[in-house]
C-alpha cells in the first residue's frame, strides 16, 4: 500500500484507514500523544544485510 501526500492531506480522506488513524493523532494536543510502552529490539536478521 502507497499514500502520497503529507500527515495533514491523508488525514483528510475518510475512505483511508491509515487517514483516520492520523486525524486522530493530529488532534490530539502534542502532551497527549501516547508515547510506546516498550521499544520492539530490532532483529537479527534485519540488521545482517
Known amino acids: 500500500m502507497l ?5 495533514e492531506q491523508l488525514a483528510k480522506v475518510p475512505e483511508s484507514h491509515t487517514g483516520r488513524f492520523l486525524a486522530e493523532i493530529l488532534s490530539m494536543p502534542r502532551a497527549e500523544i501516547p508515547a510506546p510502552a516498550k521499544a520492539r529490539k530490532p532483529r537479527a536478521k534485519a540488521l545482517a544485510r
Open 3 to 7: 499514500a502520497i501526500g503529507t500527515p
